[in-house]
């Protein structure tokens, strides 16, 4: 299949490169790009806890001038991905969730004594709030500090338009319902949601698909679990 991988970079390589291995032509299109923010102010205390719900909220700690000091905290992460991302930089107690925000909260609240003291939650500037919402109610106390945000591109890369307007893609991957979203509005504002028609989506999840709703595609298939394997498994293998 001639596929288009939409979601940021250096992640979007690393798919690229496992859709090629599969055979599959790929094209990369990121619609949002990563930017850090100012660290917080250090704190006296060490936390309980650290929770990573991507590897960009690890990417954005390695710059806090607290990092090195925080390394044997327990971290709770979103998953396999991002656990290899805690791990690498330098985190020696990674506990990896099962692929979701609401998955990670269960396994808090039942690992972490909750009079162990705070969590602390590097998160997105736009986020889901189930996380943190699920435990201030179970009794955590949540530090949470916006670490990063997800820029969205103002157009289409180029050769992504062309190759709508052409026909040259077969499936589209969305990893998250931010990048559907701004991935439709891109689209529109190219003239081309026409050319979406007969192109399948293959998305992480019912809440990455919801953006995608009433548009002319062929499919939105949803992966079964939320990880990388599951939105990749969705893909037919070549010939």
């Known amino acids: 299949m001639r596929l288009l991988v939409t979601r940021p970079q250096p992640e979007a390589d690393e798919t690229a490169a496992r859709l090629v291995e599969r055979g599959h032509e790929v094209m990369i299109g990121p619609v949002l790009h990563f930017t850090a923010l100012p660290a917080p102010p250090p704190i006296a205390d060490t936390p309980a806890a650290l929770v990573f719900t991507s590897r960009n909220a690890v990417r954005a700690v390695t710059l806090w001038p607290q990092k090195d000091a925080w390394r044997g905290v327990p971290a709770f992460v979103v998953g396999a991905a991002t656990a290899r991302a805690a791990r690498e930089a330098g985190f020696s107690d990674v506990r990896p969730g099962n692929g979701d925000g609401v998955a990670l909260a269960l396994l808090i609240v039942v690992s972490l004594n909750i009079d162990a003291g705070r969590v602390v939650y590097p998160a997105a500037e736009d986020r889901a709030p189930a996380l943190e919402q699920r435990l201030r109610s179970a009794g955590y106390t949540v530090d949470v ?95």
């Open 145 to 239: 500090t916006v670490a990063y945000r997800m820029d969205a591109e103002t157009s289409l890369p180029p050769e992504v338009a062309a190759a709508l307007r052409e026909g040259a893609i077969d499936g589209i991957l969305f990893y998250s319902g931010r990048t559907a979203a701004t991935f439709r509005r891109l689209v529109k504002q190219a003239g081309l949601l026409p050319s979406l028609a007969g192109i399948r989506a293959f998305v992480m999840s019912e809440s990455v698909a919801a953006p995608l709703a009433g548009l002319a595609l062929q499919e939105v298939a949803i992966a079964a679990r939320p990880s990388e394997g599951g939105i990749l498994s969705l893909i037919p293998s070549p010939g």
